[in-house]
């Protein structure tokens, strides 16, 4: 079931996080997420200035790809979870290409009634070529409260 | 012979701001995403949670901008323009939950910059720390991004 609440007793190491499919991207989330999140690089928008800046087309913004990885971790861990996410943008997102977000359980740990899981998270393109490689912390409840 | 950074800036604090942040920017945030979690997006579903009120999706400091600051003085500066930037990586620390009504105080600095030749050439990397604190002064969230600049 989406959004089912996780306990930490019930995380074991290696297990992996349901996928994540996103996409195919369309120029129109890119135009959504610039107003969204007032990055407005042309780069993302404009075909011209795209070419003129070396690259074949626009292309999707960084952070949209880690909305996607942070979606995720947050579909299994809940949105309040994640207290540390970092990614690596390892390569370029193009229009039509379909994003799919993965994550492996990596640790785990509890200090003080804090039940920390260490994820490894990525995404990658339909030819399996990772586009965001990194790592995420949540914090889970216990069964015990 | 490629563009040379201004490595004078690294340890620069930029001019700090203040963000307030929006309900319907949260909401809009996370349709752009195309997340329809309901601790977004549903008012309701967000006031019979834990946290009392809808939250913002975990990367939502990236929309934390100084209205009042302009980007490309500082691209200027720095020796480069905007049509030469990627996004190289980027880290967020979140010690609480931001909801619709933070009122939070964000200092930036440039703590590095550098360069490396990769598969693709000369790259400069210029690595910005930001800090979010709450009106008690409590440390709300952070990040780090490292913007790579193609030399």
Redesign the interface.
Known sequence: MK?SRIYAEDVKVGDELPPLV?GPIQQI?LT??A?????F???HQDHE?AK???MDDVFA????S???V??C???WA???A????????AA?VRLKDTVTCRGRVLGKSSKDDVHLVELEIWAENQRGEKVVTGKATVALPSRDG | MPIQLNKALIGRELQPFVVTIERGKIKEFARAIGDANPLYLDDRAGQASEWGDIVAPPTFMTTFRDAAGDNTDFLRELGTDISRLLHGEQEFELHRPLRPGDTLLCRSRIVDIYEKTGRSGPMGFVVRETVATDKTGEIAGAMRHITVVRL
């Open positions: 959004y996103k989330q959504r997420y107003g969204a999140s007032g990055d690089n042309p780069i200035f003129a800046a070396g913004h960084g952070m949209l880690m909305g996607f942070a979606q971790v947050t579909d809940g949105p309040a994640v207290r540390k996410l970092g990614v690596r943008f370029i």
